[in-house]
T-cell receptor, first 114, second 115 residues
Framework: KAGVTQTPRYLIKTRGQQVTLSCSPI?????VSWYQQTPGQGLQFLFE???????NKGNFPGRFSGRQFSNSRSEMNVSTLELGDSALYLC?????????????FGPGTRLTVL | AQTVTQSQPEMSVQEAETVTLSCTYD???????LFWYKQPPSRQMILVIR??????QNATENRFSVNFQKAAKSFSLKISDSQLGDAAMYFC????????????FGTGTRLKVLA
């Protein structure tokens, strides 16, 4: 079974631009979660999608948004980029999103904002 | 608000020795999940071990075991017979079981394994 894939792997943007990151979950997984990883803050939960619906949301500004498609693939969008948005963005998929299911993480997208 | 604290930013262990990574959390919930995840350098994060809060028995997975102290809200990870491949960032995480299912992660502990 193919693992979780994320594209692109690296991105360089400038302040004020917007960016879209993509995540393809493991086949059959319906839950996709997104996290922001920075050296000082660790991993912070952005949001979780299940069957095309946003089920949970972390404490991030409205500039961060996402969506999930009928094939469970998910995209995350960040508008009006700020320097502080530079981070590794990880997505993870699981069957249902419940704690009994193992979350499988992708390799991440490294976003650098100049 | 729920929080997860890993007070050891970095630890070192000699190959074949045992090391314990600490994690404390704060919650008013009675039912939840706790996890340890491993993130090797430049590689994907993987689940090491999972503990359901309602289970009193500590979870074990081969060389990895936890010491779950619910009343103290402590969840430490013990790695026995440490191997070079154990070198990684280790994250402790908490997951709600009611309503939302979002995860809260600690800031991580970098484990170095010395040959």
């Amino acid at each position: 079974k193919a693992g979780v894939t994320q594209t692109p792997r690296y991105l360089i943007k400038t302040r004020g631009q917007q960016v879209t990151l993509s995540c393809s979950p493991i086949s059959g997984h319906r839950s996709v979660s997104w996290y922001q990883q920075t050296p000082g803050q660790g991993l912070q939960f952005l949001f979780e999608y299940f069957s095309e619906t946003q089920r949970n949301k972390g404490n991030f500004p409205g500039r961060f948004s996402g969506r999930q498609f009928s094939n469970s693939r998910s995209e995350m969008n960040v508008s009006t980029l700020e320097l502080g948005d530079s981070a590794l963005y990880l997505c993870a998929s699981s069957l249902t999103g419940f704690g009994t299911d193992t979350q499988y993480f992708g390799p991440g997208t490294r976003l650098t904002v100049l | 608000a729920q929080t997860v604290t890993q007070s050891q930013p970095e630890m070192s262990v000699q190959e074949a020795e045992t090391v314990t990574l600490s994690c404390t959390y704060d919650t008013s919930e009675s039912d939840y999940y706790l996890f340890w995840y491993k993130q090797p350098p430049s590689r994907q994060m993987i689940l090491v071990i999972r503990q359901e809060a309602y289970k009193q028995q500590n979870a074990t997975e081969n060389r990895f075991s936890v010491n779950f102290q619910k009343a103290a809200k402590s969840f430490s990870l013990k790695i026995s017979d440490s191997q070079l491949g154990d070198a990684a960032m280790y994250f402790c995480a908490y997951q709600f079981t009611s309503g939302t299912y979002k995860y809260i992660f600690g800031t991580g502990t970098r484990l170095k394994v010395l040959a």
